[in-house]
């Protein structure tokens, strides 16, 4: 059995800031509401005509993390996609990402778990490395979510909250046991698959059948629902729950932490999780201030830049925990 570790990360988001402010005078909202609410102040939105896409912001990202990670795209043997908001129905932005960076014939395949689809992703990647199958595996999270977005009052309570971008992290085999990713628990629970959720389009809303029942476009399937409240209590629950679980089966307990990236879900989810857990400040890395919520890129965005910020050293214990639509939950425990 091998053992698999991160050689290099990367991350990118579009150039377009989006403040509180800019998106009152698109809706009724307030800068105050949102910071209070969920500590964002701003979020990168891709803006018409600037090239980025789903893809083409995974390949940005894939790009600093292939040349961090020294490793060639050439031996790449995998490449794992994990996001929501895809640039076609069909087929994956794995695909589209192996022909934009010139990669042969390996095998790709997109990961639809939403906010925590890095984790599900990585621990894929993880799989495969671990019984030797592949060497080293691409792993992406990246969301366009300002083109599905309803910017009327109408989606104001989803809308100010999600945001733009791409983080990715080259996997490869550990040479030194012990050091890598130690163990990935990955859960979800389908009864509250529609708390969350994008109904269509879809083989169950297509959108001529969409415009024909809503006439008056009150009732839109085509933008995403979310039960807050709802959510927000499942995910401070199922984040504890998953740490624990993921250190206990390490022998490690929370003191053991270094830093503990959380999907950037919400300020307030990260601040009660850091709390329940009685983590310090330096334990603990936000930055969903400057993103907004990016789904299944936040957590390798927050985790390039707590790297590059020298957050994170050689032989520390980093913790990565996400909760999102499904629902779906999951930790990664990582040896640095
Ligand atoms: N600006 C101003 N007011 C807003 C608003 C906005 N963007 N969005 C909603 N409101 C209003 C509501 O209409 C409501 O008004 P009312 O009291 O007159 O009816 C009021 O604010 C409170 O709405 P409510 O939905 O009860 O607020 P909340 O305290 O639950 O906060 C969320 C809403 C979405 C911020 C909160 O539920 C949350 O963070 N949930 C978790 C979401 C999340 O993390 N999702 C990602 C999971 S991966």
Same mark, same amino acid.
């Given at each position: 059995?091998?053992?698999?570790?991160?050689?290099?990360?990367?991350?990118?988001?579009?150039?377009?800031?989006?403040?509180?402010?800019?998106?009152?005078?698109?809706?009724?909202?307030?800068?105050?509401?949102?910071?209070?609410?969920?500590?964002?102040?701003?979020?990168? =939105? !891709?803006?018409? +005509?600037?090239?980025? /896409?789903?893809?083409?912001?995974?390949? *940005?990202? %894939?790009?600093?993390?292939?040349?961090?990670?020294?490793?060639?795209?050439?031996?790449?043997?995998?490449?794992?996609?994990?996001?929501?908001?895809?640039?076609?129905?069909?087929?994956?932005?794995?695909?589209?990402?192996?022909?934009?960076?010139?990669?042969?014939?390996?095998?790709?395949?997109?990961?639809?778990?939403?906010?925590?689809?890095?984790?599900?992703?990585?621990?894929?990647?993880?799989?495969?490395?671990?019984?030797?199958?592949?060497?080293?595996?691409?792993?992406?999270?990246?969301?366009?979510?300002?083109?599905?977005?309803?910017?009327?009052?109408?989606?104001?309570?989803?809308?100010?909250?999600?945001?733009?971008?791409?983080?990715?992290?080259?996997?490869?085999?550990?040479? =030194? !046991?012990?050091? +890598?990713?130690?163990? /990935?628990?990955?859960?979800?629970?389908? *009864?509250? %698959?529609?708390?969350?959720?994008?109904?269509?389009?879809?083989?169950?809303?297509?959108?001529?059948?969409?415009?024909?029942?809503?006439?008056?476009?009150?009732?839109?399937?085509?933008?995403?629902?979310?039960?807050?409240?709802?959510?927000?209590?499942?995910?401070?629950?199922?984040?504890?729950?998953?740490?624990?679980?993921?250190?206990?089966?390490?022998?490690?307990?929370?003191?053991?932490?270094?830093?503990?990236?959380?999907?950037?879900?919400?300020?307030?989810?990260?601040?009660?999780?850091?709390?329940?857990?009685?983590?310090?400040?330096?334990?603990?890395?936000?930055?969903?201030?400057?993103?907004?919520?990016?789904?299944?890129?936040?957590?390798?965005?927050?985790?390039?830049?707590?790297?590059?910020?020298?957050?994170?050293?050689?032989?520390?214990?980093?913790?990565?925990?996400?909760?999102?639509?499904?629902?779906?939950?999951?930790?990664?425990?990582?040896?640095?």
């Amino acid at each position: 059995m091998y053992q698999s570790k991160i050689a290099g990360l990367g991350s990118y988001v579009p150039e377009n800031v989006v403040t509180n402010d800019d998106l009152s005078k698109l809706m009724d909202t307030n800068d105050a509401w949102i910071q209070e609410r969920t500590g964002i102040k701003e979020r990168r =939105h !891709i803006k018409k +005509g600037d090239g980025n /896409t789903t893809a083409v912001m995974g390949v *940005k990202a %894939a790009k600093i993390a292939l040349e961090r990670s020294k490793i060639s795209k050439d031996d790449i043997d995998l490449i794992v996609f994990a996001t929501l908001s895809p640039d076609l129905y069909f087929p994956g932005c794995g695909v589209q990402v192996q022909e934009m960076l010139d990669i042969d014939t390996c095998p790709a395949l997109d990961v639809r778990n939403q906010c925590s689809g890095f984790i599900y992703a990585l621990s894929v990647a993880d799989q495969f490395i671990k019984t030797g199958m592949y060497k080293n595996v691409l792993v992406i999270g990246s969301e366009n979510h300002s083109g599905g977005l309803d910017f009327t009052d109408r989606g104001r309570s989803v809308s100010v909250i999600f945001g733009d971008g791409a983080g990715a992290a080259v996997l490869t085999r550990s040479n =030194h !046991i012990g050091q +890598g990713i130690l163990s /990935t628990h990955l859960h979800s629970e389908g *009864k509250h %698959a529609m708390e969350l959720s994008l109904k269509g389009p879809s083989t169950l809303h297509w959108v001529p059948e969409i415009i024909a029942e809503n006439p008056q476009g009150d009732d839109i399937p085509y933008y995403p629902y979310m039960n807050g409240q709802f959510v927000f209590k499942n995910a401070i629950e199922r984040f504890s729950e998953v740490i624990h679980e993921g250190l206990t089966a390490n022998g490690l307990e929370v003191k053991d932490i270094n830093m503990l990236i959380p999907h950037q879900a919400n300020l307030r989810i990260s601040q009660f999780i850091q709390k329940k857990l009685d983590l310090s400040d330096d334990q603990v890395f936000n930055n969903i201030q400057k993103y907004g919520n990016t789904t299944a890129a936040s957590i390798p965005i927050a985790l390039t830049e707590a790297w590059e910020q020298g957050k994170i050293k050689e032989g520390d214990l980093v913790v990565l925990a996400a909760f999102g639509s499904g629902f779906t939950w999951g930790s990664a425990i990582i040896e640095w």
